[in-house]
C-alpha cells in the first residue's frame, strides 16, 4: 500500500517556501550532491522514445548533443519520435515486449500504472543523490511528493509547483469584438460565439484528441465545468490513466470514509456533457475532436484557424506567438484561469507531476540512461535540448529569459524540464507570466485530502483493462461532444457495469480509506 507524505509534513514545508517559489518547495535544492556514479562502461547508444513530430532543425541539434555526450560521458543517444497518436500504446508495448528501449516519457494520464503493475519501470529513488547536477535541480520534496510507497519510478518533470488547465485566447481578436478582460466563464463563452458569428473561418476553440475528458472532469481543473470554475476543490481518481474516473466525498478527510462515486454522479458533470455537446453542434469546437492529434491543433492555432487553444502552467503557451504572428501580423496572447475567484481561488492540487522519464528494467544501461539526467541538468546543456542551437534557433534575454527565432519546438517535458534552468519566453504575455509565477508558489494551492494517494490497479488489473476499452470506445466520444449525451452515457453505464464497475468502486474505496487511516 501507498505510504502517503503527512499533510503535516508537507504543509511544514510548504510553510517555509519562499513567495517567489524558484528557491523553496519544488524549486530546486542547488544541494552539491554526491558526484555522477557514471563508469563510461556504455559506449553504445543509448534509446530515447519520445512524443510528437521530429523538431524542425532537430539533425543539426543531435549532431551538436551527442559530439557534446561523446565526449563528456563517452556515448551517444538515439531519439525515436513516435506520433502522439501512437505513442501511448507503443510507449506501454516497447517497455513491456522486452525491447531495448531505455528511457521514455511517461505518466499517469499515460500507462505508469500499468508498467509499474508489470515491474517494467526501474526506481531511481536512491539513484538520483548520486548524480550532483540531477540532485541540484530538482528539489527533495518533489522526489517525495512523487514517491509511491518506498519507490520513485521516474524522474519528475516539471517547471512549477502545480499546474492548471486554462485558456490561450487571441487577444487580439477578443479586443476587436469588445472582450477586452474576459475574468469568468459567461464571459468567455460569449466571445467564443462572437468569433463564430463575426469571423468565418476561424474555429472559436480547437481541441485535439488527448484533451476531451479534462474540459469536463479530470485530475487538474476542468476547463470547460461551470461549476469547478465555482467550485475548485474536487479532483478525478482512476487506477490507470484511461480508466473510469470517480470522485471522492469532500468530507473524506474529517469522516475518514472515501465514498468513491463514478465521475457521472459528481456535481456539474452532467452540465459539462450537456455544454460541450451544444458547443459541438454549434461549431464552436472543432468536428475533428477525436482525430486531431495535439501537434495538428497547435498549427491550427498557430496558423490563425482558432481562436483559443487549450493551455497548462508551464509558461509556454505564448510560445505559439512566435508562429501565429507570421501568419496574422500584430497578433497578440492571453491566458484565461477557469478559476470564478481569479488566481486567490486556492484550488486543489496534488503536487504530483504530470510527466516522467522513467527507466526501462531491460534497458542496456541504467547508468547511462540516469547519467543523461544529470548531463541534461547543465544549463548548456539543458539549452540546447530546450531551445536548439543558440544565435539560430534562439538567443538569450537576460539570464532567464529567452527568445525564439526558429521553428524548432522540443518536447522538453518528455526529457530535460527543471524549475531552475527554464527560461521564461519573451513572448510570454502578462497573462502567462502572472498565472506561471502564481503556480510555482505552493501557497497558492489548497492541499488535497489524497495528494499522494496512488491507488494500486494490481488487485483489479483485469477489470481496469475492461474498463480502459469501455472508456476509449463510449466516454471519448462522450467527452467531446460527439454524440447524444443521455444515449451516450446510457452506452458507456452499460459497458463500465460489463467490465467491473462494482469491483473497481469498492477496491478504490478500501484503498483510500486504508490512505486516510492514521497510521500508527
Not at 305 to 313: Q, R, V, Y
Request: net charge positive; proline share 6%.
Amino acid at each position: 500500500m501507498y505510504a502517503p507524505l503527512s499533510r503535516r509534513a508537507f504543509l511544514a514545508d510548504a510553510g517555509r517556501a519562499s513567495a517567489a517559489g524558484l528557491l523553496g518547495l519544488f524549486g530546486g535544492s542547488f544541494a552539491s550532491g554526491c558526484g555522477s556514479s557514471h563508469d563510461r562502461r556504455f559506449t553504445g547508444a543509448l534509446r530515447v522514445l519520445l512524443p510528437g513530430p521530429v523538431p524542425v532543425g532537430w539533425p543539426a541539434v543531435l549532431g551538436e548533443l551527442n559530439q557534446r555526450l561523446k565526449a563528456d560521458l563517452g556515448f551517444t543517444i538515439t531519439p525515436q519520435f513516435v506520433p502522439w497518436t501512437a505513442y501511448p500504446k507503443q510507449a506501454l508495448a516497447r517497455f513491456t515486449s522486452g525491447e531495448k528501449v531505455d528511457t521514455a516519457l511517461q505518466a499517469r494520464w499515460l500507462n505508469m500504472d500499468q508498467l509499474v503493475a508489470e515491474k517494467a519501470l526501474v526506481n531511481v529513488r536512491a539513484q538520483v543523490p548520486r548524480y550532483r547536477h540531477l540532485s541540484a535541480t530538482i528539489d527533495e520534496t518533489l522526489l517525495r511528493a512523487n514517491t509511491w510507497g518506498k519507490a520513485l519510478y521516474g524522474i519528475p518533470q516539471v517547471n512549477s509547483a502545480a499546474r492548471l488547465h486554462h485558456f490561450g485566447i487571441r487577444q487580439d481578436l477578443a479586443d476587436a469584438l469588445g472582450f477586452h478582460e474576459i475574468g469568468d466563464f459567461e464571459t468567455l463563452e460569449r466571445f467564443w460565439y462572437a468569433v463564430r458569428r463575426r469571423r468565418p473561418g476561424v474555429i472559436p476553440f480547437s481541441l485535439d484528441n488527448e484533451k476531451g475528458r479534462v474540459n469536463v472532469f479530470g485530475p487538474v481543473t476542468p476547463t470547460l465545468n461551470a461549476w469547478a470554475w465555482q467550485n475548485p476543490s474536487v479532483t478525478g481518481w482512476s487506477f490507470s490513466g484511461d480508466s473510469m474516473l470517480f470522485a471522492f466525498a469532500r468530507d473524506a478527510f474529517s469522516t475518514g470514509n472515501s465514498r468513491p462515486v463514478p465521475f457521472w454522479e459528481q456535481e456539474g458533470v452532467m452540465d459539462a456533457l450537456k455544454r460541450v455537446r451544444t458547443y459541438y453542434q454549434d461549431g464552436i469546437v472543432n468536428r475533428d475532436i477525436l482525430t486531431l492529434d495535439p501537434a495538428a491543433q497547435t498549427r491550427m492555432f498557430g496558423s490563425g484557424k482558432s481562436a483559443t487553444t487549450w493551455a497548462i502552467t508551464d509558461g509556454t503557451t505564448s510560445n505559439a506567438l512566435v508562429a501565429l504572428r507570421r501568419a496574422v501580423p500584430g497578433a497578440q496572447m492571453a491566458n484565461v484561469a477557469p478559476l470564478a475567484g481569479g488566481l486567490s481561488a486556492k484550488p486543489n492540487q496534488t503536487f504530483q507531476a504530470d510527466n516522467f522519464v522513467v527507466l526501462n528494467t531491460r534497458g542496456q544501461s541504467r547508468d547511462a540512461a540516469m547519467a543523461v539526467q544529470d548531463w541534461a541538468s547543465i544549463k548548456q546543456n539543458y539549452d540546447l535540448i530546450s531551445y536548439g542551437i543558440e544565435g539560430r534557433d534562439w538567443v538569450a534575454v537576460g539570464e532567464h529569459g529567452v527568445e525564439i527565432k526558429s521553428a524548432y519546438s522540443f518536447p522538453a517535458f518528455a526529457l530535460s524540464w527543471r524549475i531552475p534552468l527554464f527560461r521564461n519566453p519573451s513572448t510570454m504575455s502578462d497573462s502567462e507570466r502572472r498565472i506561471f509565477e502564481w503556480s510555482k508558489n505552493p501557497r497558492n494551492f489548497t492541499f488535497d485530502t489524497f495528494a499522494f494517494f496512488v491507488p494500486d490497479v494490481t488487485p483489479v488489473k483485469r477489470q481496469d483493462t475492461q474498463m480502459v476499452a469501455a472508456m476509449t470506445k463510449y466516454a471519448r466520444p462522450l467527452f467531446a461532444g460527439v454524440v447524444n449525451v443521455t444515449k451516450g452515457l446510457d452506452a458507456l453505464k452499460r459497458a463500465a457495469e460489463r467490465a467491473g464497475l462494482d469491483q473497481l468502486q469498492a477496491e478504490l474505496a478500501k484503498q483510500a480509506d486504508a490512505y486516510l487511516t492514521p497510521k500508527p
